[in-house]
């Protein structure tokens, strides 16, 4: 009993606090529509406060106010008016949209993952309960338990945290014990922040899990299922502050950076805001916090023993790690997958370097971080997206984890992707099957082709009572050496991720929740519903027949069945004519019974299910029928000359390996403008242009 009232101590130290968010307050904000919708973020509200005898600036941001030492080196900059502009290291107002969309899109996750663990609570209970009245003594079987006859979801009950849903079952007898030992150690309130290796009293939570009613009856107040957040490296602690401001959800949240001052300030800025129960700072290389997990993973499994029904003590893996680093992220792949819940944990992956991702300025670079080649052309912000999800599926694939992309955007300079993990050495079988090598005309037409490195397929079992699926070998390159199209070379790129980049359920559910989300307090909702729509539109593309018959794996060998985008202005400058608007070019594609849409990541962009040849078969009769080309002009070696099928056609043919679909050819295309059109979703800002000249990635803080 001592040692599980020992764990369970440990555990709420951790997990729980003293004092709660106000939850009344946050629910009129949240509810609150009072200002005009803006598509920059809202100003910055900044004013002097003095604490403790130092002058500081205060700026406010969601329900946050951190504070800056007056004397804190700027960075001042000359924009082209000659205005002085001022940047200071400590905040950027321009990441608003990414800290903004990050606390909603962890709402939606949170809200789904509590309420499924309640409904596992709840059900629990309603078992034990049911026992109790049958007279029925017997332990409880060991384990995974039941739902509905079915088998736990792992979302709920994970494999490597076996006992956390027991763990916040309030009502069991350890817990309860652990109620009565931590009221007994109370201790008057600090002020301190705590940290991870001691955390405060404060942290414990024994302020908040009972009340003693006027009535002397003694009632047990539940305490809150937990749920906890790694901002990894956290600078001034302002998504911390931000996390456990706005999501009543999150127990607490470990604000991590590897310099003192930033701990320092962490400390300042919680207290600041009140809420340095629920913060805990710490000062740690963040790849050594979330590997220091390791260990205590081992030592929680080596407590647990079955045959004796004996409970691990709870695992200190976290629901949500966040990694917002200045450059690249990839370096802290590895020890996030390991520190984050395997049951459907979520890891939000910020990289800033698309000069390495989405280039081929340093192909080398972008291999040795994220394991693959850039693509070079107007499509590359969407492979450097795919790049970095492969990087981390193999990080997580390594230790049998499967992560499955909820939502993955391309936002102006940088990368914003949220995964779920999850231990699944079975879905690690697809893997492969789902990793594409790119080839790419990025000389001539822009056209592209793909291969996956393994294919995932459908084959009958031995016994011919079902199917199943085997992931077998690919056949060499799926493209020649020159492009079909234009004749210019194919150049290779991956290999990168080929699955869906997002999850339609979750981006409905963070839409579902924005009319409630306050304008004041969310200055960038009106970017944020442009953009999850836009991303949303992106999976409306059909997928290709399939006649095979349906399987339950067939979710987890899923493709993105037309991965990237054009745009005409592109296709127009490879054959010197005009560019077709965008809604003509889209009508004659419909018109031929094609799906058109577009990408989140630049505007303008075509997304479209029509095979290349049929796309510039359309661009070929856009110069017949409304910008023609003088095509004396044309080079007879050119890309253009071949496109546009000058010259003599099968000494040309058999010179540049064109190839000629006669079936295409006889298409008729219609340029109507009326059927590209989108009327349904107009006034949507789908794209931003640059808040202001001369922004992007702040100077890199010292330290970092
Ligand atoms: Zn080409």
């Known amino acids: 009993m001592l040692c599980s009232i020992s764990n369970a101590l440990r555990y709420l130290t951790l997990r729980h606090v003293s004092r709660p968010v106000n939850t009344q307050l946050l629910h009129t904000i949240m509810r609150t529509m009072t200002s005009k919708a803006k598509a920059t973020p809202t100003p910055v509200e900044t004013h002097r406060v003095v604490r403790d005898g130092q002058e500081f600036t205060e700026v406010r941001e969601g329900l946050a106010r951190i504070l800056n030492p007056v004397s804190a080196k700027s960075d001042a900059q000359k924009n082209s008016k000659g205005d ?13 949209f990414n800290r903004d969309l990050t606390v909603l899109a962890i709402k939606a996750y949170g809200e789904d993952v509590i309420a499924k663990r309640k409904k596992f609570n709840e059900n629990k209970m309603n078992k034990k309960r049911k026992r109790t009245t049958e007279g029925d003594e017997r332990p409880q079987k060991q384990g995974k338990p039941v739902i509905g006859g079915g088998e736990v979801p792992e979302a709920v009950y994970g494999a490597a945290n076996p006992v956390d849903a027991t763990a916040m079952d309030t009502t069991e007898d350890n817990v ?57 490296l956290s600078a001034t602690g302002l998504r911390a502050l931000r996390y456990v401001q706005e999501l009543p959800f ?224 690919s056949m060499g390159p799926t493209s020649d050496q020159f492009c079909q199209h234009c004749g210019s ?47 949303l539109e992106e999976m409306c593309l059909p997928p290709p027949p399939d006649n095979t018959p349906k ?65 510039w078969h359309v661009m070929r009769e856009w110069i017949r029928q409304k910008a023609p080309v003088r095509e004396d002009k044309l080079k007879e070696n050119s890309a253009a000359f071949r496109l546009l099928r000058l010259g003599d056609r099968s000494a040309s043919e058999e010179r540049s390996k064109v190839k000629v679909d006669s079936e295409v050819d006889k298409l008729e295309v219609v340029f109507n403008k009326g059927l590209g059109q989108d009327k349904s979703k107009k006034g949507l800002v789908r794209y931003q242009m640059n808040p202001k000249e001369n922004w992007g990635p702040l100077s890199k803080a010292k330290g970092h």
């Not at 001691?198 to 942290?203: K, L, R, T, V």
């Not at 710490?282 to 260990?295: G, N, P």
């Not at 993105?560 to 202005?569: A, D, I, L, T, V």
């Open 250 to 473: 999150v127990t607490s949240v470990t604000a991590n950076d590897l310099t003192p001052s930033a701990v320092e300030a962490i400390k300042r800025n919680a207290q600041h805001n009140g809420v340095e129960s629920k913060i805990n700072a710490t000062q740690s290389d963040a790849r050594a916090h979330m590997y220091s997990l390791i260990s205590e993973e081992v030592a929680r499994e080596h407590e647990a023993n079955p045959k004796r029904f004996r409970r691990a003590p709870p695992s200190k893996k976290y629901d949500v790690i966040d990694l917002d680093p200045y450059g690249t992220a990839a370096t802290f792949f590895d020890a996030a997958v390991h520190a984050v819940r395997d049951d459907g944990g979520l890891l939000c992956v910020t990289c800033t370097d698309s000069g390495v991702w989405a280039s081929h300025g340093y192909s080398e670079k972008a291999f040795a971080l994220y394991g693959g080649i850039p693509v070079k052309g107007f499509h590359s912000h969407e492979a450097g997206l795919r790049l970095i999800i492969n990087a981390l599926a193999t990080s997580a694939a390594r230790h049998g984890l499967a992560i499955e992309p909820l939502l993955s955007l391309s936002i102006d300079y940088y990368v914003r992707i949220f995964v779920r993990v999850k231990k699944s050495p079975a879905s690690v079988k697809f893997l492969a099957g789902k990793t594409m090598i790119v080839y790419s005309c990025d000389q001539g037409c822009g056209a592209w082709e793909t291969q996956m490195l393994l294919r995932n397929r459908k084959v009958p079992n031995n016994k011919g009572s079902g199917m199943f699926y085997k992931h077998g070998l």
């Open 489 to 535: 070379k194919m150049h290779l790129s991956g290999p990168m991720y080929a699955g869906p980049l997002h999850s339609a359920d979750f981006i409905k559910s963070i839409l579902d929740e924005l009319p409630n989300a306050s304008k004041e307090v969310y200055g960038t909702t009106t970017r944020i519903a442009g953009m999850l729509n836009t991303a």
């Open 176 to 232: 309860d014990a652990v109620c009565d030992d931590a009221k007994d150690k109370k201790k008057p309130e600090t002020h301190s922040t705590g940290t991870a290796e001691e955390p405060s009293e404060q942290a414990t939570g024994t302020t908040n899990t009972e009340e003693q009613p006027q009535d002397g009856t003694h009632q047990r107040k539940p305490l809150p299922p937990p749920f906890t957040i790694l901002d990894a």
């Open 84 to 96: 002085e502009e001022v940047q200071k290291v400590f905040y950027n107002p321009i990441q608003q």
């Open 551 to 615: 399987h339950q794996d067939d979710e987890l060998a899923a493709l993105e069945p037309y991965p990237f985008y054009f745009h005409p202005s592109y296709l127009a400058g490879a054959i010197h004519c005009e560019c077709p608007d965008e809604d003509s070019f889209r009508g004659a594609l419909r018109g031929l019974g094609y799906e058109v849409t577009r990408s989140h990541c630049k505007p303008g962009s075509i997304k479209t299910n029509a095979p290349w040849s049929v796309i």
